[in-house]
């Protein structure tokens, strides 16, 4: 970070914290109970795939302050936007969404901010032994947050929060608090998650990195007989991956599906200018025919969306999948029917899969 002196700069942003998404609240962490603001813009955002660690860089310019002051001067915030979410599975298009709905112009995207990883991870651990925060501290947490993320620019309309697909599983905690709140819920049937998942460079290491979050979340939600992380092919893992985000998906849905929608990414990529037309009517977002006829022929239809230097297309993803499809078939096989199994010997657990089927 640029040399500033400390007291001076938390100061600034300390005070401008309430009044504009300049100040941009990247992280906290609960055992120092202090939480780190950094100076940010509208072209930051907008460029920005991950606002994790990853948008940091030497010259930023950001200062740590006490979570209890941070919660206190959240209620300075004033003309909140309306709070709209992307809520995902893993690798369905929710990048692409968000880039999409860039487009229309009144919209402040947040993509994948780390404190959702983190308020998710404080939730899992509330009413432990471990857990540094009380209930009543962690609701005054995420209604601190839940303000900042309504700050928006003379434009703004309402803000788009693009989550981390694991961070699913805080949906039902969020709408709970925010009644007004709209969401979209993206996913995939079962074989084409295998087959995307699989088709990955990085996928051993991706499926190795969350799964004792996700099997920990199976646990949870109710399922019963789990298999020790060890004993699974690579294909199961990605079939239990897929139950974990999908059952978080349900969850979600049968507490808060009046204003949760879910959006098919197969579905959306055979017609995008209707499904963005939905859910552009789903956030009350105004949008014209004119958007509506030129959203098809977008440019972030052309490009990987987390990464927009590199080339990718409906097209080339269709290539990819039956690529995987060819090269996986025994990890694919192995995971449809290590989900028929289980959900036959755990009666939630087929209804979810049913249900998603």
Do not use: C
């Not at 300390?14 to 300049?22: H, K």
């Not at 404190?115 to 651990?125: G, M, P, S, V």
């Not at 799964?211 to 399922?223: D, N, P, T």
């Amino acid at each position: 970070m640029a040399q500033e002196r400390p007291d001076q700069l938390a100061t600034d942003l300390f005070r401008r914290l309430p009044l504009t998404p300049d100040v941009h609240f990247a992280k906290f962490e609960l055992v120092r109970d202090a939480a780190l603001l950094i100076d940010f813009n509208q072209d930051a955002y907008r460029a920005a795939s991950f606002l994790d660690d990853r948008i940091q860089t030497p010259a930023t310019r950001g200062a740590w302050v006490r979570i209890p002051s941070l919660i206190q001067q959240s209620s300075k915030v004033r003309d909140e936007r309306p709070l709209k979410f992307i809520f995902h599975t893993g690798h369905v298009g929710s990048t692409l969404v968000s880039r999409l709905l860039d487009d229309i112009g009144t919209v402040l995207s947040l993509r994948e901010p780390l404190i959702l990883r983190q308020l998710a991870n404080a939730h899992d651990a509330l009413s432990t032994v471990s857990s540094w925060l009380s209930e009543a501290q962690f609701d005054e947490l995420l209604e601190s947050i839940l303000r900042y993320w309504g700050r928006g620019y003379p434009a703004t309309r309402a803000t788009v929060v693009k989550a981390t697909s694991a961070t699913g599983r805080l949906a039902p905690a969020i709408f709970a608090k925010r009644g007004g709140a709209r969401g979209i819920y993206m996913n995939l049937r079962a074989e084409p998650y295998l087959a995307t998942l699989l088709g990955g460079q990085n996928s051993h290491v991706d499926l190795r990195g969350h799964g004792v979050e996700r099997i920990k979340r199976l646990q949870a939600l109710g399922a019963g007989a789990l298999p020790a992380l060890h004993t699974l092919s690579l294909g199961e893992l990605a079939a239990m991956s897929w139950l974990a985000e999908t059952w978080s998906q349900r969850k979600a849905l049968d507490l808060h599906g009046d204003r949760i929608v879910a959006v098919d990414f197969d579905a959306f990529l055979a017609d995008v200018p209707g499904a963005m037309a939905h859910i552009a009517r789903h956030f009350g977002l105004p949008v014209d025919a004119q958007f509506l006829s030129a959203i098809g022929r977008s440019p972030a239809l052309t490009r990987y969306s987390k990464a927009p230097e590199h080339e990718y297309s409906p097209a080339l993803r269709a290539q990819i999948i039956a690529e995987s499809r060819e090269r996986n078939k025994d990890d694919i096989r192995k995971g449809m029917a290590w989900l028929e199994r289980f959900g036959k010997e755990n009666p939630a657990a087929g209804a979810v899969i049913a249900a998603a089927y």
